[in-house]
């Protein structure tokens, strides 16, 4: 919240629900709202005038905020960025003209955005098919609905990828996706498809729309569910506590999520398990699974950087402790992929062995938890 002249000034509301309890100072309540904002950094905005409570500036961060408050913020955002090739190692899979699938490391963020302005995946798709490098006053004149163009692949003339989701989606707004179909998040690993022309990712964002995709992902989850297979069905919407953070919500009240499980081997108090997703909607797999009380091994955000069965003691702790350091995120892999070609209609399907990371804490979790220690 600065007033940096390079920046640009841009609201943000939040309507404070009328069931809210919590009495949060309004700087740690802003905070859990605003991605990539520090509490010190709000801190300073609020004592700068810069936050309205119910039509009157606010300047007190200890303010109690009250059901039914209308907050509203202004927050000092960067330009969007030029996105440059980058000389970054890539696992691909399969390539041709119309699109390649990577399998992305554990790590790596899927395209620029608030934080990440250099190291993504699409720096290094760019570097891999000998692009020119995105600018920003080209990629923000671009329609993304414009289909005109008469070059008979439609690639794009910059990018020598898909250009549908390459205009910002808001004035100031940072974050360009070229070529980016779906997301993973960015400590999963594992599959996903890459457009490299307009065409091709029309095509194959109507089949994630449709759910004709073929989606598996590969987790360690904490206990062993009852039943092992079965279907997760709830909405999910954003955290009302932590804008970071996805939840799952009253019907109506949010996005539909179906997710389909499965323990494939189950351990002591851990279990390997498949998840196959019907619809797509961010950290999907991870919240359903914390529903269940089954959270993702190793998730700091939903619980599962901890022991959630058996006892958390002596050599417990100290095994589990070990295990959370040889795999600091959460164990998560986008195992397969399957889908339609969109320009010759070929069925694809795709497989990524399992991370060393994950294998090395299977490995210990069939030797040691299996004889529930």
Sequence with gaps: ??????????????????????????????????????????QKGIKQGMVVVNGEVSTKASRVVQAGDAIVC??????????LPEDIPLDVRYEDEHLLVVNKAAGMVVHPAF??????????????????????????????????DDDSDDDGPMAGLSTITLAPRFEGDPVLRPGIVHRLDKDTSGLLVVAKHDRAHAGLSKQFAARTTRRRYNAIIWGIPDPETGTIETDIARDVRDRRKMATVESGKGKHAITHYNVIEPFGYTALAEFRLETGRTHQIR????????????DPVYGGDRIRYGRDEGQRRAFYGNLFKALPRQAL????LGFTHPMTGEAMDFEAELPEDMEFVLDRLRNVDLVRM
């Design 115 to 148: 934080g990440h302005r250099t190291g993504t995946l699409v720096h290094a798709v760019l570097h891999h098919i000998g692009a020119d490098p995105i600018l920003v006053e080209s990629a923000g004149n671009q329609d993304p609905d414009d289909d005109s």
């Design 287 to 298: 919240v359903h699974a914390a529903y269940i009380a089954h959270p993702i091994f190793g």
């Design 1 to 42: 919240m600065s007033s940096e002249p390079d920046k640009q000034p841009t609201e943000f509301r939040f309507d404070v629900p009328g069931g809210y309890e919590a009495g949060e100072r309004l700087d740690v309540y802003l905070t859990g709202f605003l991605l990539n904002a520090t509490r010190a950094r709000v």
């Design 74 to 83: 202004t927050l000092m955002k960067p330009p969007p960025m030029d996105i």
């Design 333 to 336: 892999h986008a195992r397969s």
